[in-house]
């Protein structure tokens, strides 16, 4: 289930205490199995790490929490977007009177 809220979005994300970007790739076969890296892009520059056999599982659920985490984020901005078009067009049909802001009144002249 999908949260609908932005305050439990953000709680979600609060609770994502490890992350890592990238994905993990089988790089190669040995005797004792496949050799594994981390792939990602770091200041737009492609990285790859090695990762150790003993470290594949953490690091599978590091890139998972990250994403979850990209995509909570995506989902907390479709809604702050959704909310503020929403309160923007509630408010544009009380603004009926535009033409007596002030940025548009001439200046007297000094003379």
């Known amino acids: 289930m ?3 809220l932005p305050c439990e979005i953000l709680q979600q994300i609060a609770q994502i205490q490890r992350m890592e970007p990238g994905k993990l790739c089988v790089i190669g076969q ?5 050799y ?3 792939q990602c892009r770091e200041d737009g520059k ?8 003993e470290q ?16 909570l984020v995506a989902e907390y901005a479709r809604l702050i977007v959704e ?9 544009s049909k009380k ?7 002030s940025w548009r ?3 007297k002249s000094s003379n």
């Open 105 to 107: 009144r001439s200046r």
């Open 56 to 71: 594949l599982e953490a690091v599978a659920l590091h890139t998972a929490n990250y994403q979850k985490f990209q995509d």
């Open 30 to 34: 040995g005797p004792q199995g496949p």
């Open 95 to 101: 603004k009926t009177r535009l033409h007596n802001s």
């Open 83 to 91: 909310q503020t078009r929403a309160e923007r067009m509630s408010g």
């Open 2 to 4: 999908k949260p609908s």
């Open 36 to 38: 594994y890296n981390l």
């Open 46 to 53: 492609p990285v790859s790490r090695y990762i150790p056999k």
